[in-house]
């Protein structure tokens, strides 16, 4: 009777802990994304040309580049520090540009700061986004990287990489979900001092046999993780658990009844 009472704790415990997954929107930590209001501020290529790498930025550049500036978005290319950056469709989508010819190009977003205060209350973090179509479905060659950094209490001075990098080629990083899962297990620092996040999505360095390109990015989202309430945690699972226990009670009735 008592082992099965403690297995049937340890069962209710496990599905105690997924019945109170809960995620939060976070969402007021991404600067707005709206067409005609959202202005996206173009880097030169003197400074922001650090950011257009194979593999994806360096956090060295990272820091340079964008350390100091206020969040928002931004973009550039090496096309002269004249070509097209990235643009806002009607849809809440960016039109992330990659320069012609001998180039490359980025668009950057430097969030809002999550403060230790609001982190606490949080177990997890998950930044999202999702991929669209290509302008030019003939020209699926180019380099594409994503990579999330973040700055401890805010800071810009100190850049470290969130996860790893998603690289791909256009044609295969087209169409499809991304995201990272930042856990407080993983990454105390970051939810004990709170921090600044910044998202590189970025081109390689491209040749001559690459064209013009613009990749559709949208449904940027940041979720956190709710801690479970103590209380609500232990009342679901002393109840699964008591409901096991009486449902033993009752087959052992029966059983001496039968008998």
């Given amino acids: 009777m008592k082992t ?20 939060s929107s976070l969402d007021g930590t991404i600067p ?21 790498a194979n593999g994806g930025p360096s956090a060295s550049a990272v820091q340079s580049v964008l350390g100091s500036l206020d969040a928002g978005w931004y973009s550039g290319n090496k096309n002269n520090n004249n ?25 950057a977003v430097k969030f809002n700061e999550l403060s230790a205060n609001t982190l606490s209350g949080y ?3 998950r930044i999202s986004f999702d991929t669209g179509g290509l302008s030019n479905t003939s ?3 180019q380099p594409q990287n994503f990579s999330l950094w973040y700055s401890l209490g805010g800071e810009g001075d100190s850049l470290l990489q969130a996860g790893s990098t998603i ?21 105390s620092s970051l ?5 600044t996040f910044y998202l590189v999505l970025n081109t390689g360095v491209l040749d001559t046999s690459y064209t013009y390109q613009e990749l559709a990015v949208n449904n ?21 658990g008591a409901c096991c226990l009486r449902r033993k009670r009752k087959a052992h009735a029966a059983k001496n009844a039968a008998s």
Avoid at 38 to 49: C, H
């Fill in 83 to 107: 070509g097209t950056l990235a643009s806002v469709t009607e849809d809440g989508a960016t039109k992330l540009i990659s320069a012609s010819g001998a180039g490359g190009g980025f668009t």
């Fill in 4 to 23: 099965s009472f403690f297995l049937a704790l340890s069962t209710a415990a496990v599905l105690s802990a997924h019945a109170a997954e809960i995620w």
């Fill in 167 to 187: 690289s791909g080629l256009a044609g295969s990083v087209a169409n499809k979900p991304y995201s990272w899962t930042i856990s407080k297990e993983e990454y």
């Fill in 191 to 195: 939810f004990d001092q709170g921090a």
């Fill in 139 to 141: 020209k699926t060659g």
């Fill in 220 to 240: 940027f989202s940041v979720e956190g993780l709710a801690v479970p309430e103590p209380s609500s945690s232990m009342a679901a699972l002393f109840g699964i």
């Fill in 32 to 52: 707005e994304l709206k067409m005609g209001t959202t202005t996206i501020s173009r880097i030169s290529y003197s400074s922001g040309g650090a950011l257009i």
């Fill in 123 to 125: 177990e997890a973090l």
